[in-house]
């Protein structure tokens, strides 16, 4: 789990292209959008190819997204239990 | 047909690791590779965008080529037209290659910049511009159909300033050539006169 | 100043190959949209409107090409041949050529096509239909996402008064692409059924491919049955967000208030709206609030997207075509797919195709890059 957040961190950073951010500026229950890393409409569905592409998790419904990308531990939690199903 | 006169107030390039403004360097680099360069020069430049990174190429040029005109530009009805030879094909060739990918996949963050007018909806953003937007594909610099575009937004008050030029980024190669055109300025709004600075090296 | 006229008009589409086969199909209320299941253009079925390929290399033969054209350019073609032949016009340094599209070959980036990379080059399309008809002047290329059409037509105007051209020929187009679907499909905005803008239900986009030309001139001589004249054109930039649209609709309601104010007409005096509707919840959400800020609401309104789906840069020309033949005809066509109002604002959708009789219509888009234009016609000899 702890390797698993770690790993989303240099993703997110990695594939949305955030600028001078490093993985430990990144905590746990950060909130990814508005306030926290202001990630935007763009970034959520970028999130969503990379949970297909990346973790082979398809979304039903792109609206869970909210849910899902509040933070990495929520983004995590979510793989976890959804992996390989 | 308009008989008003009208005047080049300032201009830009990008070329050969280089910014400038009105002829002269602004910025300089030795990096070769683009992407090193233009953001050494948003640094240097201090353009305030944190968006700047999640550009494509294209809009990183447009960005900062737009910039240094408009950062202390106080009139907001300033109509943007741009031109270039490659569209945003860069990007275009980036997302036609995940495609084909053994796995295939599309980002949607690569997707939406293969469009040439992003770049301007990336300045209308920055600079608070709620104008007039037009983006032309032509094989070279064609400074006429600039001119005469220019002018018209002018003349029929559309826009109080117009930002024209060229905007190109093409297999890591990049050029731009951007300028004002208001009512008042140094040069003559002329054909002869765009294709020259145009030209100034 | 001079006034300038829409005049002869072509659309290649679903329907078949000329305008008349669409408003014939439109008229019946019948969508050129259904569902394809081929693994080589998307990953799952998808709904769209697509030309015959063997149909429209027929039609291209008739033209006798000396040299090869890739299947945007024999749309294209097919479509501004019927237009410059009707018009009569020699092509001398003062008719103009304006290209809308979006994409142009960008099929030729796909590995198995056979046409150069080149090719891809927009100016590389401009030079294969300014030779192919022997214009006089390089053509403009205009790209600017799902506004691109209408722009054209502004464009045209602009050309016109500023003194540079007496006529110019719009001809716009693009191709359905895995290039396309796959980035709308990444955008979750594809519906696997046929669109319903403004509607409650309204799940998404459809594309559609399309070949659209007409005529913009300033003779009144030159002038199609259905010839309108343009009173009023803008443009604005939401200057907020490069794929979502505005949520106060400000670059569509500037456009709107800008395009009166210079067609020197209200509200009440618009007879018909022909909105941009892709059927997305953002965009036509966006648009309700644009349409009422600017007082339009009453105003008898479609969107053609549940007949042609979103034509990209071929949308705003031939909707504004349809818009033309709907005056000449005095008929307000369905909006295609709509049941109940899903936007929160009042809105007058047309729910059944209708004989009335109306002199004036409005034609918007909004796009990617937070572009909005608005643009307003007026039936000839009022």
């Known amino acids: 789990m702890t390797d698993l957040k770690k790993e989303l961190k240099g993703k997110i950073i990695q594939q949305l292209n955030l600028e001078d951010v490093s993985i430990e500026q990144i905590a746990d229950n950060d909130p990814l959008f508005g306030e926290g890393l202001g990630l935007d409409s763009i970034d959520a569905l970028e999130l969503i190819v990379m949970l297909d592409k990346d973790y082979g998790i398809k979304l039903a419904d792109p609206k869970e997204g909210r849910k899902i990308f509040e933070s990495v531990e929520t983004m995590a939690a979510y793989i976890s239990a959804h992996k390989g199903a | 047909m308009s008989t008003e006169n009208f005047h080049i107030e300032s201009y830009s390039q990008i070329r050969n690791q280089s910014v400038s403004l009105n002829g002269e360097t602004i910025f300089k680099s030795a990096e070769t590779e683009f992407n090193a360069f233009i953001k050494s020069a948003y640094k240097t430049l201090d353009t305030q965008y944190p968006k700047f990174f999640k550009m494509d190429q294209l809009s990183k040029l447009a960005l900062i080529a737009s910039d240094i005109l408009l950062k202390t530009e106080t009139d907001k009805n300033v109509a943007l037209v741009l031109s270039n030879r490659a569209s945003s094909l860069d990007t275009d060739r980036k997302h036609q290659a995940s495609l084909q990918e053994q796995e295939p996949y599309a980002s949607p963050a690569v997707f939406v910049y293969t469009l040439p007018n992003i770049c301007l909806g990336e300045i209308s953003i920055k600079n608070g511009l709620l104008s007039e937007n037009s983006f032309f594909i032509f094989d070279t610099f064609n400074a006429e159909y600039l001119q005469i575009y220019a002018e018209h937004l002018l003349s029929t008050q559309k826009a109080k300033k117009v930002l024209c030029g060229w905007v190109d980024f093409d297999n890591g190669k990049y050029d731009a050539f951007l300028y004002v055109v208001a009512k008042n300025g140094i040069f003559a709004h002329s054909k002869k006169e765009i294709n020259r600075l145009y030209k100034t090296e | ?382």
């Open chain 3, 1 to 382: 100043m001079d006034n300038v006229f829409l005049s002869y008009n072509n659309i290649v589409s679903a329907y078949g190959f000329d305008t008349n086969a669409a408003i014939e199909s439109i008229k019946k209320e019948e969508s050129g949209l259904k569902v394809f299941d081929d693994s080589k253009i998307l990953s799952h079925p998808f709904c769209a409107s697509m030309i015959n390929s063997v149909k429209l290399f027929e039609a291209y033969q008739q033209l006798q090409p000396k040299e090869r054209h890739t299947r945007l350019e024999q749309l294209l073609l097919v479509s501004l041949s019927q237009v410059i032949k009707e018009s009569k016009l020699e092509l001398t340094e003062r008719v103009g050529l304006i290209i809308s599209t979006t994409k142009g070959n960008i099929d030729v980036l796909e590995a198995q096509n056979t046409f150069p990379e080149d090719r891809a080059y927009l100016g590389e399309l401009g030079k294969q239909i300014k030779a192919f008809f022997g214009f006089h002047n390089e053509a403009i290329v205009l790209s600017n996402a799902c506004v691109s059409g209408v722009l054209a037509i502004s464009v045209a105007k602009r050309f016109i008064r500023q003194g540079r051209f007496d006529h110019v020929f719009v001809v716009g187009g693009d191709l359905v692409t895995p290039f396309i679907l796959s980035g709308f499909d990444a955008f979750q905005a594809l519906s696997a059924e046929p669109c319903r803008p403004f509607c409650n239900t309204r799940a998404g986009i459809n594309i559609g491919e399309l070949g659209a030309s007409i005529l913009v001139t300033k003779e009144d001589t030159r002038l199609a049955p259905e010839s309108v004249l343009i009173l009023g054109d803008a443009s604005s930039n939401d200057a907020n967000h490069i794929s979502g649209p505005s949520r106060t609709g400000e670059g569509l309601f500037k456009s709107l208030r800008l395009a009166m104010e210079e067609a020197g007409l209200t509200a009440d005096d618009i007879d018909y709206i022909s909105a941009h509707g892709t059927a997305t919840q953002f965009n036509d959400e966006m648009e309700a609030i644009a349409f009422n800020r600017a007082g339009l609401q009453q105003v008898p309104m479609n969107s053609l997207k549940g007949y042609f789906g979103h034509t990209l840069g071929a949308s705003g020309l031939v909707e504004t075509i349809i818009g033309m033949h709907s005056l000449h005809q005095n008929v307000l066509f369905a909006s295609k797919g709509f049941k109940a109002l899903g936007v929160s604002e009042p809105l007058n959708i047309i729910e059944k195709t209708t004989s009335k009789k109306i002199n004036t219509f409005l034609k918007t888009a909004s796009g990617f890059g937070g572009c909005n234009t608005a643009a307003i016609f007026q039936k000839v000899g009022l």
